[in-house]
Protein backbone atom coordinates (compact mmCIF):
# COMPACT_ATOMS: atom_id res chain seq x y z
CA UNK A 1 0.00 0.00 0.00
CA UNK A 2 1.01 3.76 -0.82
CA UNK A 3 2.29 5.36 2.14
CA UNK A 4 1.68 9.32 3.08
CA UNK A 5 2.92 11.50 5.82
CA UNK A 6 0.38 14.68 6.40
CA UNK A 7 1.96 17.21 7.76
CA UNK A 8 -0.28 20.13 8.90
CA UNK A 9 -0.08 22.90 10.93
CA UNK A 10 -2.91 23.61 13.36
CA UNK A 11 -2.31 27.62 14.06
CA UNK A 12 -1.76 28.51 10.40
CA UNK A 13 -4.55 30.81 8.46
CA UNK A 14 -7.95 30.38 10.33
CA UNK A 15 -7.36 27.25 11.83
CA UNK A 16 -9.00 25.74 8.45
CA UNK A 17 -6.39 23.12 8.42
CA UNK A 18 -7.69 21.34 11.80
CA UNK A 19 -11.17 22.09 10.80
CA UNK A 20 -10.87 20.22 7.87
CA UNK A 21 -8.77 17.37 8.95
CA UNK A 22 -11.39 14.73 8.80
CA UNK A 23 -12.62 15.28 4.86
CA UNK A 24 -8.43 15.76 3.86
CA UNK A 25 -7.84 12.36 5.57
CA UNK A 26 -11.27 10.61 3.96
CA UNK A 27 -9.81 11.64 0.24
CA UNK A 28 -6.14 10.11 0.88
CA UNK A 29 -7.48 7.00 2.33
CA UNK A 30 -9.91 6.91 -1.08
CA UNK A 31 -6.53 7.49 -2.86
CA UNK A 32 -5.30 4.48 -1.90
CA UNK A 33 -2.98 5.66 1.12
CA UNK A 34 -1.69 4.63 4.66
CA UNK A 35 -1.91 8.00 6.14
CA UNK A 36 0.41 9.12 8.94
CA UNK A 37 -0.51 12.49 10.65
CA UNK A 38 1.77 14.83 12.19
CA UNK A 39 0.45 18.19 13.72
CA UNK A 40 3.27 20.64 13.90
CA UNK A 41 4.17 21.61 17.76
CA UNK A 42 6.35 24.55 17.32
CA UNK A 43 8.71 26.16 14.61
CA UNK A 44 10.96 24.11 12.00
CA UNK A 45 8.97 20.74 13.88
CA UNK A 46 7.88 20.27 10.18
CA UNK A 47 11.25 20.23 8.93
CA UNK A 48 12.34 18.10 11.84
CA UNK A 49 9.77 15.08 11.14
CA UNK A 50 10.03 15.44 7.04
CA UNK A 51 13.58 15.03 7.41
CA UNK A 52 13.55 11.95 9.83
CA UNK A 53 10.60 10.19 8.46
CA UNK A 54 10.19 11.43 4.85
CA UNK A 55 12.21 8.69 2.85
CA UNK A 56 9.87 6.00 4.31
CA UNK A 57 7.16 8.04 2.25
CA UNK A 58 5.39 7.54 -1.46
CA UNK A 59 4.26 11.26 -0.88
CA UNK A 60 4.30 13.98 1.73
CA UNK A 61 1.42 16.37 1.88
CA UNK A 62 1.64 19.62 3.89
CA UNK A 63 -0.76 21.81 5.28
CA UNK A 64 -0.52 25.61 6.55
CA UNK A 65 0.89 28.74 5.29
CA UNK A 66 4.10 29.59 2.62
CA UNK A 67 6.01 28.99 6.55
CA UNK A 68 4.73 25.26 6.97
CA UNK A 69 5.51 24.79 3.30
CA UNK A 70 9.07 26.15 3.72
CA UNK A 71 9.84 23.86 6.84
CA UNK A 72 8.70 21.02 4.45
CA UNK A 73 10.95 21.32 1.91
CA UNK A 74 14.12 22.01 4.13
CA UNK A 75 13.36 18.76 5.60
CA UNK A 76 13.01 17.22 1.96
CA UNK A 77 16.51 19.00 1.40
CA UNK A 78 17.89 17.36 4.43
CA UNK A 79 17.80 14.23 2.58
CA UNK A 80 19.61 12.58 -0.21
CA UNK A 81 17.64 13.76 -3.67
CA UNK A 82 16.77 10.76 -5.01
CA UNK A 83 15.02 9.83 -1.38
CA UNK A 84 13.00 12.42 -1.84
CA UNK A 85 9.28 11.81 -2.34
CA UNK A 86 6.38 14.07 -4.24
CA UNK A 87 5.65 16.79 -1.79
CA UNK A 88 1.60 17.76 -2.20
CA UNK A 89 0.63 21.56 -0.40
CA UNK A 90 -2.66 22.35 0.81
CA UNK A 91 -2.26 25.77 1.60
CA UNK A 92 -4.06 27.22 4.89
CA UNK A 93 -2.64 30.05 5.66
CA UNK A 94 -3.15 34.41 5.28
CA UNK A 95 -1.51 34.60 2.23
CA UNK A 96 -0.66 31.61 0.23
CA UNK A 97 1.41 33.35 -2.36
CA UNK A 98 3.36 30.22 -3.61
CA UNK A 99 -0.20 28.59 -4.29
CA UNK A 100 -1.30 30.66 -6.92
CA UNK A 101 2.43 30.46 -9.04
CA UNK A 102 1.23 26.28 -8.63
CA UNK A 103 -2.28 26.83 -9.85
CA UNK A 104 -3.98 25.45 -7.20
CA UNK A 105 -7.53 24.90 -7.05
CA UNK A 106 -9.59 26.51 -4.49
CA UNK A 107 -11.53 24.26 -2.47
CA UNK A 108 -9.69 22.23 -0.10
CA UNK A 109 -11.63 18.85 -1.38
CA UNK A 110 -9.94 19.95 -4.86
CA UNK A 111 -6.43 20.76 -2.73
CA UNK A 112 -6.41 17.18 -1.31
CA UNK A 113 -7.09 15.82 -4.67
CA UNK A 114 -4.17 17.14 -6.52
CA UNK A 115 -1.70 16.68 -3.27
CA UNK A 116 -2.66 12.94 -3.51
CA UNK A 117 -2.47 12.22 -6.93
CA UNK A 118 -1.39 15.22 -8.76
CA UNK A 119 0.85 15.48 -11.62
CA UNK A 120 4.70 15.10 -10.35
CA UNK A 121 7.02 18.03 -11.36
CA UNK A 122 10.17 19.51 -10.53
CA UNK A 123 11.16 22.82 -9.61
CA UNK A 124 13.67 24.81 -8.07
CA UNK A 125 14.21 25.79 -4.89
CA UNK A 126 16.62 29.04 -3.43
CA UNK A 127 19.56 29.33 -1.08
CA UNK A 128 19.41 33.04 0.67
CA UNK A 129 22.72 32.88 2.30
CA UNK A 130 22.39 29.42 3.69
CA UNK A 131 18.69 29.94 3.99
CA UNK A 132 16.26 28.02 1.23
CA UNK A 133 12.99 29.25 0.02
CA UNK A 134 10.15 27.96 -2.27
CA UNK A 135 9.04 30.81 -3.99
CA UNK A 136 10.96 34.64 -2.49
CA UNK A 137 13.81 36.07 -0.89
CA UNK A 138 13.34 40.05 -0.64
CA UNK A 139 14.60 42.96 1.41
CA UNK A 140 12.89 46.34 2.34
CA UNK A 141 9.68 48.02 2.04
CA UNK A 142 7.20 45.87 4.08
CA UNK A 143 9.06 41.97 3.89
CA UNK A 144 8.94 41.80 7.57
CA UNK A 145 5.15 42.23 7.73
CA UNK A 146 4.43 38.47 7.75
CA UNK A 147 6.77 37.26 10.32
CA UNK A 148 6.20 40.57 12.96
CA UNK A 149 2.28 40.72 12.45
CA UNK A 150 0.85 38.37 15.71
CA UNK A 151 -0.63 35.04 14.70
CA UNK A 152 -4.01 36.32 16.53
CA UNK A 153 -3.96 38.97 13.80
CA UNK A 154 -3.41 37.26 11.34
CA UNK A 155 -5.98 34.66 12.14
CA UNK A 156 -8.45 37.08 12.83
CA UNK A 157 -8.29 40.14 9.86
CA UNK A 158 -6.24 37.69 7.51
CA UNK A 159 -4.51 39.50 4.67
CA UNK A 160 -5.80 42.85 6.31
CA UNK A 161 -4.09 42.03 8.92
CA UNK A 162 -0.62 42.67 6.69
CA UNK A 163 -1.97 46.10 5.04
CA UNK A 164 -3.12 47.29 8.45
CA UNK A 165 0.48 46.56 9.88
CA UNK A 166 2.47 47.79 6.68
CA UNK A 167 0.63 51.27 6.58
CA UNK A 168 2.52 52.46 9.53
CA UNK A 169 5.35 52.33 7.73
CA UNK A 170 5.07 54.45 5.03
CA UNK A 171 6.18 57.51 6.72
CA UNK A 172 9.64 56.30 7.55
CA UNK A 173 10.87 53.93 4.81
CA UNK A 174 14.57 52.67 4.75
CA UNK A 175 16.40 53.10 1.95
CA UNK A 176 20.00 50.70 1.12
CA UNK A 177 22.84 51.61 -0.67
CA UNK A 178 23.58 48.59 -2.55
CA UNK A 179 25.37 47.17 -5.19
CA UNK A 180 24.12 44.26 -7.23
CA UNK A 181 25.65 41.70 -8.86
CA UNK A 182 24.34 39.39 -11.28
CA UNK A 183 25.41 37.55 -14.57
CA UNK A 184 28.23 39.61 -15.11
CA UNK A 185 26.23 43.12 -14.55
CA UNK A 186 26.89 45.21 -11.51
CA UNK A 187 24.11 47.79 -10.20
CA UNK A 188 24.80 50.02 -7.74
CA UNK A 189 22.25 52.78 -6.27
CA UNK A 190 19.77 53.14 -3.33
CA UNK A 191 16.84 50.67 -2.95
CA UNK A 192 14.08 50.99 -0.92
CA UNK A 193 12.60 47.04 -2.18
CA UNK A 194 14.59 43.94 -3.57
CA UNK A 195 13.13 40.82 -4.56
CA UNK A 196 14.45 37.59 -5.69
CA UNK A 197 11.98 34.86 -6.49
CA UNK A 198 9.82 32.15 -8.28
CA UNK A 199 6.22 33.82 -8.22
CA UNK A 200 3.69 35.30 -9.82
CA UNK A 201 2.52 36.74 -6.62
CA UNK A 202 4.31 38.35 -3.48
CA UNK A 203 1.95 39.07 -0.93
CA UNK A 204 -0.62 40.78 -3.31
CA UNK A 205 1.39 43.69 -3.74
CA UNK A 206 3.53 42.52 -6.65
CA UNK A 207 2.58 40.60 -9.42
CA UNK A 208 4.58 39.08 -12.38
CA UNK A 209 3.12 38.21 -15.34
CA UNK A 210 2.34 34.18 -15.36
CA UNK A 211 4.79 33.35 -19.02
CA UNK A 212 7.68 35.31 -17.23
CA UNK A 213 7.80 32.80 -14.30
CA UNK A 214 8.91 29.33 -14.89
CA UNK A 215 9.59 27.08 -11.86
CA UNK A 216 12.11 24.61 -13.54
CA UNK A 217 14.48 26.43 -15.41
CA UNK A 218 17.68 27.76 -13.06
CA UNK A 219 16.17 31.01 -13.36
CA UNK A 220 14.61 33.43 -10.42
CA UNK A 221 12.88 37.07 -11.61
CA UNK A 222 14.78 39.87 -9.46
CA UNK A 223 13.08 42.97 -8.42
CA UNK A 224 14.85 46.18 -7.58
CA UNK A 225 12.86 49.65 -6.86
CA UNK A 226 14.87 52.69 -6.29
CA UNK A 227 14.36 54.88 -3.45
CA UNK A 228 11.68 57.39 -4.82
CA UNK A 229 12.51 61.53 -3.68
CA UNK A 230 9.20 63.09 -5.55
CA UNK A 231 5.82 62.12 -5.82
CA UNK A 232 6.64 61.97 -9.43
CA UNK A 233 8.84 59.20 -8.41
CA UNK A 234 6.50 57.46 -6.29
CA UNK A 235 4.40 57.58 -9.66
CA UNK A 236 6.44 56.03 -11.96
CA UNK A 237 7.23 52.98 -9.41
CA UNK A 238 3.47 52.55 -9.37
CA UNK A 239 3.06 53.13 -13.07
CA UNK A 240 6.25 50.50 -13.64
CA UNK A 241 4.54 47.94 -11.07
CA UNK A 242 1.44 48.19 -12.53
CA UNK A 243 2.40 47.90 -16.66
CA UNK A 244 5.54 46.10 -15.92
CA UNK A 245 7.33 48.16 -18.34
CA UNK A 246 10.99 48.39 -16.43
CA UNK A 247 14.02 49.89 -17.86
CA UNK A 248 18.03 49.80 -16.78
CA UNK A 249 17.80 53.73 -15.67
CA UNK A 250 14.21 53.84 -14.45
CA UNK A 251 12.82 53.43 -10.93
CA UNK A 252 12.16 49.83 -10.86
CA UNK A 253 14.28 47.22 -12.54
CA UNK A 254 13.96 43.51 -13.14
CA UNK A 255 15.74 40.76 -14.94
CA UNK A 256 16.47 37.24 -14.52
CA UNK A 257 19.43 35.35 -12.91
CA UNK A 258 20.20 31.66 -11.70
CA UNK A 259 22.53 33.80 -9.12
CA UNK A 260 22.82 37.28 -7.51
CA UNK A 261 24.97 38.58 -4.71
CA UNK A 262 23.76 42.10 -2.94
CA UNK A 263 26.39 43.83 -0.93
CA UNK A 264 25.39 46.56 1.49
CA UNK A 265 27.08 49.18 3.38
CA UNK A 266 25.09 47.58 6.58
CA UNK A 267 23.67 44.97 7.54
CA UNK A 268 20.06 43.87 5.76
CA UNK A 269 17.58 41.89 7.37
CA UNK A 270 16.12 39.53 4.64
CA UNK A 271 12.48 37.42 4.64
CA UNK A 272 12.69 34.19 2.91
CA UNK A 273 9.12 32.63 2.47
CA UNK A 274 7.60 35.26 4.90
CA UNK A 275 9.61 34.63 7.82
CA UNK A 276 12.90 36.05 8.96
CA UNK A 277 15.66 35.33 7.04
CA UNK A 278 18.54 36.48 8.74
CA UNK A 279 20.74 39.78 8.88
CA UNK A 280 24.34 40.67 6.90
CA UNK A 281 25.55 43.21 5.16
CA UNK A 282 26.35 40.56 2.01
CA UNK A 283 23.97 38.26 0.77
CA UNK A 284 24.23 35.84 -1.99
CA UNK A 285 20.85 33.84 -3.39
CA UNK A 286 21.49 30.93 -5.48
CA UNK A 287 19.43 28.82 -7.38
CA UNK A 288 18.66 24.93 -6.96
CA UNK A 289 17.40 23.87 -10.04
CA UNK A 290 14.59 21.36 -10.08
CA UNK A 291 15.32 19.68 -6.68
CA UNK A 292 11.97 18.87 -5.42
CA UNK A 293 9.15 17.22 -6.93
CA UNK A 294 5.84 19.05 -6.04
CA UNK A 295 2.00 17.37 -6.94
CA UNK A 296 1.00 20.04 -9.45
CA UNK A 297 -2.69 20.28 -10.64
CA UNK A 298 -0.57 21.17 -14.11
CA UNK A 299 1.68 20.17 -16.37
CA UNK A 300 5.10 21.32 -16.47
CA UNK A 301 5.79 23.98 -19.41
CA UNK A 302 7.79 22.96 -21.68
Known amino acids: ?83 RPVLGYIPAGTTNDFSRTLELPKTVAELAQVAGVGAPRAIDVGDAQGHPFTYVAAFGLFTDVSYSTPQASKNLLGHFAYLLEGMGRLANIPSYHMTVTAEGREIEGDFIYGMVGNTVSVGGLVNLPRDKVRLDDGLFEVLLIRQPKT ?31 FTCDKPVAWTVDGEFGGEQASTTVRNQTRVITMACGTPAIE
Request: charged letters at 20%; hydrophobic letters at 40%; aromatic letters at 6%.
Open 231 to 261: AKDWQSILTALTTLEMTEGGAVLGFASGEVT
Open 1 to 83: MKRLLYIYNPAAGRKTAKINLSDVLEIFARQGYEITVHPTQERGDATTAVAQQGARYDRVVCCGGDGTLNETVQGLLAMPQEC
